[in-house]
């Protein structure tokens, strides 16, 4: 008597390949070595870095030299490998396999030479320049107010799933320093911000994006648009003494935050003035709304 048949039968052997099947990079079939039910082949590339990126490297990437190597599945795309080997693929200026340009969804084939480079700078990006900051970046959000450029910011701390959908809804660059936040899909775009000092923050975001800067254009509490305004138009709003020592004022058209020339508007006046020098263009504004010429209103909150 024969035997019943298996309820789980062997998966049916693949076609064999033939000239019209998908084949990879050099006529290389995707496929690698003999196949075996339920086993997934791995082989060899190697990739090498910009020496920029090495910060998100484990040690034994970080060459200089030579490149090093890698394990591919023959299934995984090159931008997943990319960020498995921990660079965001925000940082990823371009990628080329045996020296042709190559796109993230790319699957690498073994024994291919895959070279990562940076992005370029300044870096572009479709539409209107415009920023959405984490909780983590409150004084680089306040001085990218500062200096007119249009930075959104969530506090308090919304998740990663709503701040990449507000980047993709509003068309806004995210940036952040959590490489897990930039791997989302959803985003517009994203941008890692290398340093945990301010001002190299600051430095770092202007030289990369270049965004056309207006300072004491913006109201650092809320991001909304600054007026000028009267004296008389604030009077009762501000202290006496506030009142009577100033001629100049601004104010938020969104959440009514006054503004005027106070007592660390030197302090103000030097960022702006580092920044116009460094990164300014002849189209950006300088100085608006300053009193006598010299800068512009300063809030009664200073930056931290």
């Given at each position: 008597?024969s035997?019943?048949?298996s ?7 693949p ?17 690698i070595?003999?196949?075996h ?41 090159l ?34 030479r ?26 680089l ?26 980047s993709a ?15 989302r ?9 290398y ?27 809320c991001?909304?648009l ?16 506030t ?29 702006v ?9 002849d ?8 009193q006598?010429?010299?800068g ?5 909150t200073?930056?931290?």
């Amino acid at each position: 008597m024969s035997a019943p048949p298996s309820a789980h039968p062997p998966p049916a052997r693949p076609p064999a390949l033939s000239g019209s099947a998908p084949r990879g990079r050099k006529g290389v079939a995707r496929m690698i070595g003999s196949w075996h039910p339920g086993r997934v082949e791995h082989a060899e590339i190697q990739i090498g870095f910009d020496p920029s990126l090495h910060l998100f490297l484990a040690a034994a990437h970080r060459r200089a030299d030579r490149p090093s190597t890698a394990v591919i599945d023959g299934v995984s795309s090159l931008g997943h490998l990319v960020e498995s080997l921990g660079v965001p693929l925000t940082e990823v200026g371009g990628l080329r396999v045996d020296g042709a340009a190559a796109e993230p969804g790319y699957v690498p084939v073994g024994g291919e030479r895959v070279q990562v480079a940076a992005v370029a700078k300044p870096q572009r990006v479709d539409g209107p320049l415009r920023f959405l900051l984490d909780i983590h970046l409150g004084t680089l959000t306040r001085r990218l107010r500062l200096l007119g450029v249009d930075a959104a910011y969530e506090n308090p701390d919304i998740g990663d799933a709503a701040l990449a959908a507000r980047s993709a809804a509003e068309h806004r660059v995210m940036l952040s320093r959590d490489r897990g936040l930039l791997r989302r899909r959803e985003l517009f775009a994203g941008a890692f911000v290398y340093s945990h000092r301010p001002e190299e923050q600051l430095d770092d975001v202007l030289a990369r994006f270049a965004p056309p800067l207006a300072p004491w254009t913006r109201c650092t509490a809320c991001n909304g648009l600054l007026r000028q305004t009267s004296k008389e138009a604030m009077h009762g709003i501000l202290p006496d003494g506030t009142e009577r020592t100033y001629d100049t004022f601004a104010q938020c058209v969104e959440c009514g935050q006054a503004y005027w020339r106070g007592a660390h508007a030197q302090r103000l006046d030097a960022i702006v003035g580092h920044a116009l020098s460094r990164f300014g263009s002849d189209g950006d504004q300088r100085g608006q709304g300053g009193q006598g010429g010299q800068g512009g209103p300063s809030a009664p909150t200073g930056l931290s």
